[in-house]
């Protein structure tokens, strides 16, 4: 049964979410375990938030970390909603002396999509799909007939001269307090610019928002065929424990 088993931590803006994973089925097989992002969020307070989500599960071997930024070889390029501190730490090498467990660092939408794309809403869909998780950022995970290209970051692509996800993010319309109405017009217009860009076959729409699709996903005029993902919020922290029962570590 172990052997079926994983462990994944999800860490956001705003919160820090860890479970045990089944890796045959991607459902939790534990207790979801949120404990808030510290603020300020640097390295040292993450990863003993890290231990904690570990060590209140009682898990002992290796977990992946979904995480929002850049990762290259475990090594952070970017920490766009978090404490700028993060920017060239070997977060891997952090968490692993944190957590004392084996570690795989994953984006954290790339994390999402490859959960998506393996059990969820993408599961045996070709061709071009783009996940997108709209929270605290907007993430993307772009895959080609199954396969990631990972870190595309398409939440900071200019837009109307902005980061997008600084307008079209979930968190701008709790920001701004506006309605699911006024907030839908500008995920259209971002993902009319995506389509414009990578033609794709699939949306696959994910992250805090997506738990209230039906109040804006039917108000979108697109091209391209869009779907909530399968599997809510989970898909994070599933995700990354795929990503280290595949490191092999
Ligand atoms: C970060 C991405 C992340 C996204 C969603 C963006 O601000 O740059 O790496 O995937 O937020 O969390």
Redesign the pocket.
């Known amino acids: 049964m172990t052997d079926r088993l994983g462990f994944g931590v999800d860490i956001?803006?705003s919160g820090m979410k860890a479970a045990i994973v089944d890796l045959v089925t991607g459902e939790l097989a534990s207790e979801r375990i949120r404990i808030p992002t510290p603020k300020p969020a640097t390295p040292p307070a993450m990863a003993a938030v890290a231990a904690e989500l570990v060590r209140s599960h009682g898990w002992t071997a290796s977990i992946g970390v979904g995480?929002?930024?850049?990762v290259r070889h475990g090594v952070m390029h970017?920490a766009?909603?978090l404490d700028p501190s993060w920017v060239g730490v070997d977060a891997d090498t952090v968490f692993t002396a944190a957590c004392g467990v084996d570690v795989a660092m994953v984006?954290?939408?790339d994390a999402a999509g490859l959960a998506e794309m393996r059990w969820g809403a993408g599961r045996d869909v070709d061709g071009v799909v783009l996940v997108l998780?709209f929270?605290?950022?907007?993430?993307?995970g772009l895959f080609v007939d199954g396969t990631l290209v990972p870190n595309t970051?398409l939440?900071?692509l200019e837009l109307d001269g902005r980061d997008a996800?600084v307008h079209a993010a979930a968190s701008a319309r709790e920001r701004e307090g506006i309605s699911w109405k006024q907030w839908a017009p500008r995920v259209e217009r971002y993902l009319r610019h995506l389509e414009m860009l990578f033609s794709p076959d699939l949306f696959i729409v994910g992250?805090g928002a997506s738990k209230s699709a039906e109040k804006w996903l039917p108000r979108l005029a697109l091209e391209t065929p869009i779907v909530p993902a399968a599997m809510a919020n989970n898909a994070g922290i599933a995700g990354a424990a795929l990503v280290a029962r595949h490191a092999g570590i």
């Open positions: 956001g803006g995480f929002p930024g850049i970017s766009a909603n984006n954290d939408a998780t929270g605290t950022g907007i993430g993307s970051e939440g900071h996800e992250g």
